[in-house]
């Protein structure tokens, strides 16, 4: 197989394309700079300068290629206005596909996101679930989703959609505020701590998206990729203390005086687009529950997560403790 990565070099894009070579899969990473992706060269992955907002550098690199696993996206930046997410989350997706077709590519794999369901009143959510999006980004990404299928209905190519649950394992920087807060004593949990959280470790989402790629059945079809185990927040926590062998926290603060705190943060620094040092969303990662269902996965394109929670956290600690990052 001859595949195209975007956003391989972070964190979810830089699993898969190394992932996919493993597997015996020719790949080629587009890249904006070459410099940050001397990891990727040197595991025989082909470099391919360019931009998802420049439509001659995607055809260039769609060209031999027969899947496209679109991983790239603008995640959360302070100061960022509405159109740059949607330039590269939503119109930019249509850029792939199109570029897709120009080369003759069979399929894209599309990153999307739970998030687009929002807070999950009944979980576990499956993908027919509500559709709630809370914030510019998971709004953009929901209109990703559709120029996804629109466009490649348009122009005759089989589009998968994927959307993950909260991704971790070696290397993550998302969660890794979570797992450095519990190993060193002092994560003070808003509110009661009993909505759920449901993870993904890297090593399942991976395979998810080889499957995605391969499948016959995954044509046209949108999968919610997550792990085998959904736990409460509390119960996540209580793992993780217990693996870097801490007592877990036990201080629970109410939740509105830091959602003000967040929003005064945002409204001082976002326009001067400096990072605030809290977000309301972060709020929001203690207050909306998260359980899903992968029930269409495992059935449609044989999906079954291997790595079990306290495996993933184990090797997760493992690795954030000799890189020194805990």
Known sequence: MRALVTGATGFTGGHLAHGLARRGYTVRALVRDPARAGDLAASGVELATGDLRDRPSLDAAARGVEIVFNVAAIYRQAGLATEAYRAVNATAVGDVIAAAA?????????????????DVEHPPANEDAPLKPGDV??????????????TGQRLGVEV?????TGIYGPGDRRLLKLFRGVARGFLPILGRGEIYYHLTYIDD???????????????????ILAGG???????????????AGVRPPRIHLPVWPVWLAGAMC???????????????????????????DISRARKEIGYAPEVSLND?????????????WI
Do not use: M
């Open 266 to 292: 945002e409204a001082i620094c976002a326009p001067f687009g400096i990072e605030p040092p809290l977000y309301r969303r972060r709020v929001d990662f203690y207050t909306k529950s998260r359980a899903f």
């Open 160 to 164: 998968a959609i994927v959307r993950p």
């Open 102 to 118: 120009n080369a003759g590519v069979r399929r894209v794999v599309h990153c999307s996101t739970v998030g687009v369901h929002g």
């Open 312 to 324: 993933g956290i184990a090797r997760t600690l493992a690795w954030y403790r000799e890189h020194g």
């Open 205 to 223: 989402l991976v395979e998810g998206f080889r499957l995605c790629g391969e499948h016959p059945a995954a044509a046209g079809r949108t999968y």
């Open 229 to 243: 185990e959904v736990t409460t927040l509390n119960e996540l926590v209580a793992r993780i203390a217990t693996l």
């Open 137 to 150: 980004y998971q709004e953009t990404k929901l209109e990703g989703e559709q120029v996804a299928r629109d």
